[in-house]
């Protein structure tokens, strides 16, 4: 069973423009919500990561929206460069078990000059 | 720092043939991960283990053994492959089991 739902599974962007992704998650234990970032051929790395006690979360052009009550998380990419073409992953995990990261599916983004 | 490494970058089996992907870090963490990701599947949790000596199942463990001897070292076991364990193999290693750094990863094929 699915846990982390994300959405759009591909996103295709101008230059320039806002990237949005979304993921929604059941366990309400979840209390830590990363965001790894993967280009091709190599393993995903942290982008950002935020804790249910904020709303928001913003480093540079990534900004992390986060609502506790509809059990939603978010990332923004603001003036979005062919660079952030890669896909990007949305997670959460739970204190204990040495924070296993359950991982939505995964958001192909593509970034048009 | 060369990080997380991995070997082999490529491997393809025979139904049945078994083999073990190793994973290094340099980094002394105590916490490392093994996740297989399949094409729009995200990443499933393997093995984990929180340090030398300790190890424990993650979601899809069934089909695979793991050894912790050394805080460096974190080898995955496959014993009798199956065409089901066809996918890339990531390792991982966290200081505080937040922040999980990743390996370049594993492509195997089994036929």
């Known amino acids: 069973q699915q846990q982390v739902k994300q959405s759009p599974q591909s996103l295709i962007v101008q230059k320039g423009g806002i990237s949005i992704i979304n993921c929604a998650y059941e366990n309400t234990a979840f209390d830590y919500f990363p965001w790894y970032q993967q280009f091709p051929g190599k393993g995903p790395a942290l982008l950002i990561a935020i804790r249910p006690d904020v709303s928001e979360k913003k480093e540079g052009r990534f900004t992390i929206s986060f609502n506790k009550s509809a059990k939603q998380f978010s990332l923004h990419i603001m003036d979005s460069q062919p660079g952030d073409s890669a896909t990007y992953f949305c997670?959460?995990?739970?204190?204990?078990?040495?924070?296993?990261?359950?991982f939505g599916s995964g958001t192909q983004l593509t970034v048009l000059p | 720092n060369a990080g997380v490494t991995q070997t082999p970058k490529f491997r393809i089996l025979k139904i049945g043939q078994s083999m073990t992907l190793q994973c290094t870090q340099d980094m002394n963490h105590n916490y490392m991960y093994w996740y297989r990701q399949d094409p729009g599947m995200g990443l499933k949790l393997i093995y984990y283990s929180v340090g030398a000596g300790i190890t424990d199942k993650g979601e899809v463990p069934n089909g695979y053994n793991v050894s912790r001897s050394t805080t460096e070292d974190f080898p995955l076991r496959l014993e009798l492959a199956a065409p089901s364990q066809t996918s890339v193999y990531f390792c991982?290693?966290?200081?505080?089991?937040?922040?999980?750094?990743f390996g370049p990863g594993t492509r195997l094929t089994v036929t």
């Open positions: 997670a959460a995990s739970v204190e204990g078990s040495a924070r296993q990261l359950t």
């Open positions: 991982a290693s966290s200081p505080t089991a937040y922040e999980q750094y």
